[in-house]
């Protein structure tokens, strides 16, 4: 019989390949071996012949993919001795700050900008019991305050401009490879900071690096496609945006932190950044959700609405394997939700079972 295995973390699973030591207390909530999803119904309806594949990221503990990131920051700002960390945030890098920092036990400060986060992650970080800092101004003008503080504070930063962030996020690329065997030829994610992409590259990277120890076939690295928000779209228009706004908050970020680094992975990779408009984007989302049972967050249907628009062009070849990252879930943005929604308000009838019954023949 086979030895039961716990799965403790992405940390302990992929060990040899992230920067701790025997020693290091790992600070973990779970997170990582996400599901790998293959679209059944919507290739159908677009009737291409294209694999997709889906990496569901917000299945992670506080449903988002920052937990990669903020399980390694956060164990290597405890093993520093670190007693706070603090993050600019447009919603999900404060939950998982906030929810790694209690596990670890010590304080979070997370800066938001007033207003423009959705309800479920403004609900998480309070219920973590993080220190909440609203400000009245958007997630850049968050991020440079945070930069200047942390140089006059005892405190860690844990945007993904700290180092760490990015070896635990570029785990998700390990597990690809590891499930589906080789790298997919397209890899499609939504774009704010572009920490993200840049850890994607460097996991796919570093396991094609190291394909003599398995098969040849793992020595290949997807192209890399990069979308964002039209409203929010530096890397498409080349320069920094000062207004950014889209529907897609977590995505609504006009001076991307790891600029040069995304270049590069568009340079290395041969691929491309593209923008969707609000509606694009949020068709992708409700499809995903009425056809295949998966409800994610807005800005993670970016990668699924540039995919459509690049299989629609040619530039994604029919009869590619291609996986779109879902970085968030769809349960942290009730609002929007529920506001696409408008055309299927629920029925409301009486208690009783012939209307019961009728509501159901009514709707067959
Ligand atoms: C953080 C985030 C992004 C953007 O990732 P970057 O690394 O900033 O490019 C996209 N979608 C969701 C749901 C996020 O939380």
């Not at 932190?257 to 992708?284: P, R, Y």
Request: charged share 20%; aromatic share 6%; proline share 5%.
């Amino acid at each position: 019989m086979a030895t039961p295995q716990r799965y403790t973390g992405l940390i302990a699973r992929y060990r040899d390949r992230l920067p701790v030591s025997e020693s290091t207390r790992l600070i973990s909530l779970g997170e990582g071996n996400t599901p790998l999803i293959q679209l059944q119904n919507i290739p159908r309806l677009i009737g291409v012949d294209v694999d997709i594949y889906v990496k569901f990221e917000g299945l992670n503990p506080t449903g988002s993919f920052k937990d990669r990131g903020m399980t390694m920051a956060v164990t290597k700002a405890v093993e520093a001795g670190s007693q706070a960390i603090i993050c600019a945030s447009t919603g999900n890098t404060s939950a998982a700050a906030a929810a790694y920092a209690v596990r670890a036990g010590i304080k979070a400060f997370v800066l938001i900008p007033a207003g423009k986060i959705a309800l479920g992650k403004l609900a998480q970080t309070l219920m973590y019991g993080a220190q909440i800092i609203q400000i009245d101004g958007n997630f850049d003008a968050g991020m440079a305050l945070v930069k200047q503080v942390a140089e006059h504070a005892p405190v860690t930063i844990v945007n993904s401009i700290n180092p760490f962030r990015l070896e635990g996020q570029k785990t998700a690329a390990f597990e690809i490879v590891d499930e589906l065997g080789v790298a997919p030829d397209y890899h499609c994610l939504p774009v704010g900071n572009a920490g993200n992409i840049t850890a994607y590259w460097k996991g796919y990277s570093e396991y094609a690096a190291a394909s003599d120890r398995h098969a040849a076939v793992i020595d290949k690295r997807p192209v890399m496609c990069g979308y964002q928000a039209s409203g929010a779209a530096p890397f498409v228009l080349g320069k920094m945006v000062d207004n950014p706004e889209t529907v897609a908050t977590a995505i609504r970020i006009g001076h991307p932190q790891s600029w040069d680094l995304a270049w590069k992975v568009q340079q290395e990779s041969g691929g491309w950044f593209d923008s969707l408009t609000d509606a694009q984007i949020l068709t992708a989302q409700k499809l995903l959700s009425t056809h295949e049972g998966i409800f994610c967050e807005p800005a993670s249907a970016a990668s699924l609405a540039g995919l459509f628009k690049d299989l629609g062009t040619g530039k994604i070849p029919v009869g590619s394997r291609v996986v779109c990252t879902l970085t968030g879930n769809g349960i942290k943005d009730p609002d929007i939700a529920i506001a696409q929604c408008q055309d299927a308000k629920p029925v409301t009838i009486e208690a009783s079972l012939d209307a019961v019954k009728q509501a159901i023949l009514d709707a067959l």
